[in-house]
């Protein structure tokens, strides 16, 4: 490493440590644990359900009321999609063990990235309207910091946030 990328380096460090971590402002959490959490898919209809796919089970969780109901194991790590018989023939993303992503922008101009300065510890950074943690730490939230981050990202109407980790799953949903 020469001494430009040390610099740059600290810097980042320096901004990262700036960050609050917590739950932002207008949004609530809930955490499950989650043995062996493999994939997680947001319904693109049903906006508030959430697939949860792990190496024990397939659930369905709506983000709304907090309920989880049990599915048949239906899931495709080719492709990966799911079905679940709650949300009759839609087929979900997901995201987790073999690839995919979920969103990281929501349409009210928020947006979830990952930082790992001391990888393999990764921290998942809200960004609210549009603000960008190196510009204005102070505004951004620290919500999820691990070691295994399998997935995370919004539901597609930007209600919901979802961050799964090998065994745990934290659901923020908007107030």
């Not at 659930?59 to 679940?84: H, P, V």
């Not at 102070?138 to 399998?150: N, P």
């Amino acid at each position: 490493m020469n001494a430009s990328d040390i610099e740059h380096r600290k810097r980042m460090l320096d901004i990262i440590q700036c960050i609050p971590t917590g739950i932002p402002d207008g949004w609530e959490k809930a955490t499950y644990a989650v043995g062996g959490l493999m994939y997680l898919g947001f319904s693109n209809v049903r906006t508030e359900k959430l697939v949860v796919i792990s190496s024990q089970k397939q659930s369905i969780i709506d983000c709304k009321t907090g309920s989880k109901t049990y599915s048949a194991e239906n899931y495709d790590e080719d492709d990966l999609i799911a079905l679940a018989e709650e949300l009759g023939d839609e087929i979900v993303p997901i995201a987790g063990d073999g690839g995919g992503g979920l969103r990281r922008f929501s349409k009210d101009g928020n947006i979830l990235v990952s930082v790992a300065p001391f990888w393999p510890m990764e921290k998942i950074i809200f960004m609210p309207n549009y603000t960008h943690y190196t510009l204005h730490p102070e505004q951004c939230i620290i919500i999820s910091e691990s070691y295994e981050i399998k997935a995370f990202g919004f539901s597609k109407c930007g209600n919901y946030i979802a961050v799964g980790t090998s065994d745990t799953l934290d659901i923020f949903s908007k107030i």
